[in-house]
């Protein structure tokens, strides 16, 4: 039984748009906020986007607020993360997780899925 799996990766031209998709199990997902965290080469995890578990409030880091949109689908124990005007500097590995944002803890993670954005 899988967690937490990112997809949608890829390689993109400055300006374009990619959808990052996080498919989890009922155990990892229901009643959970979920997160999108990042990584780039020689840089730390940084925070990028969260959820809640109802999909009503969600946070985003002010390098990607107005650009990016995270969602979820409840019934398909699906979260999303749509990048929109997308910048060479959001290349990195894009994480999917699951926990309490409250407390920022996240107890499940996914292996990550490479976005590399050329200029």
């Known amino acids: 039984q899988v967690d937490v799996v990112e997809s949608g990766g890829g390689l993109v031209q400055a300006g374009s748009s990619l959808r990052l998709s996080c498919a989890a199990s009922?155990?990892?997902?229901?009643?959970?906020?979920m997160a999108w965290f990042r990584q780039a080469p020689g840089k730390e995890r940084e925070f990028v986007a969260v959820i809640t578990w109802n999909g009503r409030n969600t946070h985003y880091a002010d390098s990607v607020k107005g650009r990016f949109t995270i969602s979820r689908d409840n019934a398909k124990n699906m979260a999303y993360l749509q990048m929109n005007s997308l910048k060479p500097e959001d290349t990195a590995v894009y994480y999917c997780?699951?926990?309490?944002?409250?407390?920022?803890?996240?107890?499940?993670w996914g292996q990550g899925t490479q976005v590399t954005v050329s200029s």
């Open positions: 997780a699951s926990g309490r944002a409250e407390i920022d803890q996240y107890d499940y």
């Open positions: 009922a155990r990892t997902f229901t009643w959970y906020d």
